[in-house]
């Protein structure tokens, strides 16, 4: 077995790979054989399929997540109980408190401003002559990851002082209008506002095609009904379609609102969290791997656990009460 | 924690690392040049057939030097070393130890890392071989065996230097102006208000900081610099090690006296726009001005002769030089230096003849052979005419001269959430307007 733990060469590595594949089709064919055979008891069968799923949960999402709830009250090397310090230095620190508020403006921000724009933005373009060209074009971003994305964006936001040939588009404009050059990274509470617009534009896209397939979805019956009553452009979006595509609307919401809570890679390439961006995911890296302060990083990772629960409560609440409806 | 685990191609700009450019294209040819005498490598007795792994934060282009000087070694011994960069390596060693799956050898930039390591994993850990420890006592300054001690046993085992107490400048521009290169802090401040006069379109200075999650670094080290003049080395002991607050007066003093140039609008930062724009200049590219005249001054490592654009001659009468950033009294010469050092995972005999292999002057010889510009060790050992630039022969002067003073880079001897995280961010405040007060009394209370 030696020679599969201490691989060198990539050959090597994918002859493990192979014999990996192999093994799980055998074991695989073999719970597929032995639990079709015709007197199996039928909790066997269960256990079968279900036991590998539910043991890589525990090891794989319980277990970590018990041991982060632990190592949030213990200190930094794990080796003493510090009680709820951890959680009193979160919340008391001045700069961990710019952290949990940039993480409040983002997870406000984002998802509001994103679905709002691609709200718009699909009943604008909907059964317009350049709905297709319209729609790649807001969809694009989707298609960049979020460094690239990133990387773009610290181009566009790029500061060389006025008298210079600029570099970056945002100033270059301010430049043209007259104004001089800004550094936009770098006052707070401006340079996360910055920052949450490039989760807009890469999330904006998203919304736009969810909204726009469930604006199609409406039924023609209940539009035409809505004409021949009189109603006007804004009546027929209030009354009309925002009410159709509602649960579309609050599954577009949710989804972007635990993806900001989740997002790291904006953060940690445009600022490093400097300049007071830092929000809770960027600095639960920073803690936990950069500083060796192992005891808040814990603690941010359960902080960031326990605000995602109401969104996806309120997500599956939701998305249970659509399908009473049908 | 598994989810930000994956995010390894992110990636952290490594403080201080060794610098380099190009590539490997002349290394074969120097390669022939090394001694592949194999006398000096039977000290290490029969070790036909075994391989050694080593990791560490160099990666390419700056690796091939390293593997290329392990050549006469592998020839002679037969060991096969296999050699592994990352540039998460200070976050993704810590990781491999935890998880048992430790790398034979591991090169490791900062002593307080190394401390950590050996609090954190005391049994992961082996102490540097007799041959090793040997080799350090003959041929380096002591400074650096303590840099490596740990509650008195010894963990690390120098390989790299640099030094970082020099000021880049164009020897040109120097030259038109009739400047002269200063050898007092007061000389130099005097220059810089007479630079500032002679030319109201550039700056004196030119200053950045910027390094993403590594970003202050380099402010930390301009003060670190001015701490050891101003105060001395014994203060500068005691500050490192919090023996004294870390918003000691003395420290008020320094970074005061650092604000007199960083911050203060008429001294920064030539072409690079206002005291602000320090924060957010990479610190790889804040020195460039000086090629166009829109600053006079740059204050950064031996390492940073990697940056210049290609066809940059680095010489005395070249397009840029530095001279040694002056103290108070012309007399004494206290080095600002950083450096890597070798720590073993592994009690086998063939890690143990690699690392005193690396504590050789046989190895810095042949490193220094094969590497392009911009690399030096303190090994008294090493032939000064095998390094490749003046200013890497200007840095191994300094570094082995035994009238100077030798101090390891203060924020990489602190705990790393000091040295790596608020000592950094604290600096980068100070520079975007906090006052020195405030930041320093930040500091000395994240420090329990």
């Known amino acids: 077995m030696e020679f599969l733990l201490s691989t060198g060469t990539p050959v090597e590595k994918f002859i493990v790979m192979g014999i990996a594949i192999l093994l799980f089709v055998a074991v695989m064919a073999l719970v597929l054989f032995l639990t079709d055979r015709p007197r199996m008891p039928q909790w066997i069968t269960v256990l079968a399929f279900l036991g590998p799923a539910a043991l890589l949960v525990v090891f794989g999402l319980v277990y970590p997540a018990i041991v982060t709830m632990i190592n949030s009250f213990q200190g930094d090397s794990g080796r003493d109980w510090v009680g709820l310090s951890n959680y009193a230095e979160v919340f008391g620190s001045p700069a961990l408190r710019v952290v949990l508020l940039n993480t409040l403006l983002w997870v406000l921000l984002v998802p509001l401003v994103s679905t709002a724009v691609g709200l718009v933005y699909a009943v604008l373009v909907d059964r317009t002559r350049f709905e297709k060209l319209a729609k790649t074009l807001v969809f694009l971003p989707m298609a960049i990851s979020m460094v690239g994305a990133s990387i773009i964006w610290k181009f566009v936001y790029d500061f060389k002082p006025t008298s210079q040939p600029q570099t970056g588009l945002a100033n270059q404009l301010l430049v043209w209008l007259g104004f001089d050059s800004q550094q936009f ?85 445009m600022t490093g969290g400097n300049f007071d961006t830092s929000i809770v995911a960027n600095e639960f890296y920073t803690r936990s791997f950069v500083r060796a302060e192992t005891g808040i990083g814990a603690t941010l990772a359960v902080l960031l656990f326990v605000m995602v629960i109401p969104i996806v409560v309120y997500n599956v609440r939701q998305m249970k009460l659509a399908e009473e409806q049908r | ?250 420290v008020v003093d320094a970074l005061n006296q650092v604000g007199t140039i960083l911050k203060n609008p008429d001294m920064v930062n030539g072409g690079l726009g206002g005291v602000e724009s320090i924060a957010v200049t990479p610190f790889g590219e804040a020195g460039l001005p000086i090629l166009d005249r829109s600053c006079f001054l740059h204050r950064q490592a031996s390492f940073y002769q990697a940056n210049w654009p290609e066809g940059t001659n680095v010489a005395e009468d070249g397009d840029v030089f530095a001279f040694y950033l002056p103290g108070n009294d012309p007399e004494a010469q206290p080095v600002l230096v950083g450096g890597e050092f070798t720590m073993m995972f592994a009690d086998r005999p063939e890690v143990k003849a690699l690392q005193a292999y690396l504590a050789s002057p046989e190895w810095s010889n042949a490193k220094a052979k094969v590497s392009p510009p911009g690399w030096v060790s303190a090994n008294s050992g090493l032939d000064p005419a095998n390094l490749k630039s003046p200013i890497d022969q200007l840095a191994y002067e300094l570094l082995t001269d035994e009238a100077t003073t030798i101090r390891f880079d203060g924020s990489d001897l602190m705990p790393a959430a000091i040295g790596t995280g608020s000592f950094w961010t604290g600096m980068t405040n100070w520079i975007t307007g906090e006052d020195t007060e405030s930041v320093l009394t930040m500091i000395e209370n994240s420090w329990d």
Request: glycine share 8%; proline share 7%.
């Open chain 1, 185 to 269: 990274l770098l006052t707070w509470p401006w340079n996360t506002f910055f920052l949450i617009a490039v989760m807009v534009w890469i999330q904006s896209g998203f919304a736009m095609t969810i909204l726009s397939a469930s604006i199609k979805a409406i039924p023609d019956d209940i539009i035409e009904a809505a004409k021949l009553d009189g109603v006007t452009n804004w009546q027929m979006f209030r009354s009309v379609t925002v009410p159709s595509i509602r649960p579309a609307v609050v599954v577009v919401v949710t989804t972007i609102a635990m993806a900001t809570l989740k997002v790291f890679d904006i953060v940690f390439t």
């Open chain 2, 1 to 250: 924690m598994a989810a930000s685990l994956g995010l390894a191609g992110v990636t952290l700009a490594a403080c201080g690392g060794s610098g380099g450019s190009g590539g490997g294209e002349d290394v074969d040819e120097a390669l022939a040049s090394v001694d592949v005498s194999c006398e000096p490598y039977e000290q290490y007795g029969d070790l036909e057939g075994t391989t050694v792994g080593i990791y560490t934060s160099i990666v390419s282009p700056e690796d091939q030097a390293f593997i290329e000087s392990f050549t006469p070694f592998e020839e002679c011994t037969g060991v096969t070393v296999e050699y592994e960069g990352s540039r998460q390596f200070e976050t993704q060693l810590p990781v491999r130890l935890e998880a048992g799956n430790a790398p034979d050898m591991a090169w490791v930039p900062q002593p307080g890392l190394v401390e950590r390591i050996v609090n954190d994993f005391p049994d992961a850990v082996v102490p540097v071989g007799e041959q090793a420890e040997a080799n350090v006592d003959e041929y380096y300054n002591e400074s650096w065996k303590g840099y490596g001690t740990v509650d008195g046993t010894y963990y690390g085992a120098p390989l790299g230097a640099n030094v970082k107490s020099f000021v880049w400048y164009a020897p040109a521009a120097f030259e038109e102006n009739g400047y002269e290169i200063p050898e007092t802090w007061d000389d130099m401040y005097a220059l810089s208000e007479q630079i500032a006069a002679d030319h109201p379109d550039a700056k004196p200075w030119c200053a950045g900081i910027e390094s993403g999650n590594a970003t202050g670094w380099p402010a930390t080290d301009w003060l670190e610099d001015v701490m050891l003049r101003a105060a001395g080395p014994e203060v500068y002991d005691q500050w490192v090690a919090h023996e004294i607050p870390f918003d000691d007066p003395t």
